[in-house]
């Protein structure tokens, strides 16, 4: 990163100028996971951090929602740690371009937020081969029943995974969850009966906050994530919305369920449809 100073404007001229930033930039929605900007940015703040480094570099998340996430209960406590570890938070950041002559992100309203190292993630697009096909929209998804997964279009055909276009992340653990769901249907499907099995949306995630401490989200389509321990209620072990050690043991721990058994087929007692045990609202 250079020493070049950098200045976050708006049409009212407000400027903050610093001597070093890196931005975070989401482009737009979908991407592949919602989380993992953030993730990054959680990160890379301990690593300024734990070298002694925080106080020479400014950290800016630059979203297109109007906060830190796309459900509000999460965004609130995901914006207030973001202000905890003073990351700057720069909201409706439609960019036109980027002005790399500048080091400048330029939105559509004229908002211009400088940068010395810039990180950015892409509107996230299905294959060029759905395209081709005619089976796609104009991110080139599947239009998919949300609760059967099942083409609106083409009886025969279904679209799991980041090949469809259902309305929540397209992460694993929601082509996970909507498999188990997919293959009964399916199997009624071709055995002539009615699908009576309704994927809910489920999604879960961990979130690495930096310091050995994660985080844990789990919602569907009708439930934004809330706070509360996952996935017993009143012993977790996990927590949900809160930074702790237990999580980021979690996270460690699914990179073995990973690869021994989640990609060899093997069951996890984990249901597909999301429980609201442990939950609380707000």
């Known amino acids: 990163m250079t020493s070049t100073r950098t200045t976050v404007r708006s049409r009212s001229a407000m400027r903050c100028r610093v001597s070093r930033a890196g931005v975070l930039h989401v482009v737009?929605?979908?991407?592949?996971?919602?989380?993992?900007?953030?993730?990054?940015t959680f990160l890379a703040e301990a690593f300024f951090r734990h070298r002694e480094m925080r106080d020479q570099v400014e950290l800016v998340y630059v979203t297109p929602l109007d906060g830190a996430f796309t459900k509000?209960?999460?965004s609130r406590y995901l914006g207030r740690l973001l202000d905890e570890r003073k990351i700057k938070v720069e909201t409706d950041f439609l960019v036109e371009r980027v002005d790399a002559e500048r080091k400048t992100?330029?939105?559509?309203?004229?908002?211009e937020v400088g940068y010395d190292l810039l990180v950015t993630v892409p509107l996230n697009m299905g294959a060029d081969f759905v395209a081709e096909s005619g089976l796609g929209d104009e991110l080139n998804y599947v239009p998919v029943d949300k609760h059967?997964?099942?083409?609106?279009?083409?009886p025969d055909i279904f679209a799991i995974g980041d090949a469809n276009d259902l309305p929540t992340s397209k992460a694993g653990s929601v082509a996970h969850f909507a498999s188990e769901v997919f293959v009964e249907n399916f199997l009624q499907y071709v055995g002539g009966t009615a699908m009576t099995h309704r994927f809910d949306g489920h999604a879960n995630c961990f979130v690495e906050t930096g310091d050995g401490k994660a985080l844990l989200i789990d919602f569907n389509y009708d439930t934004e994530p809330l706070p509360g321990r996952f996935p017993l209620a009143g012993l977790g072990p996990l927590s949900l919305l809160r930074?702790?050690?237990?999580?980021?043991?979690?996270?460690?721990?699914?990179?073995?369920i990973y690869w021994h058994l989640l990609l060899p087929g093997r069951w996890l007692p984990l249901p597909s449809r999301m429980s609201m045990k442990g939950k609380v609202q707000p």
């Open 148 to 154: 059967t997964l099942q083409s609106t279009k083409y």
């Open 105 to 111: 992100l330029v939105s559509y309203d004229e908002r």
């Open 72 to 74: 509000p209960i999460a």
């Open 243 to 256: 930074p702790t050690k237990a999580n980021h043991r979690g996270k460690v721990a699914f990179r073995w």
């Open 28 to 40: 737009d929605q979908p991407i592949k996971c919602p989380v993992a900007p953030l993730e990054f």
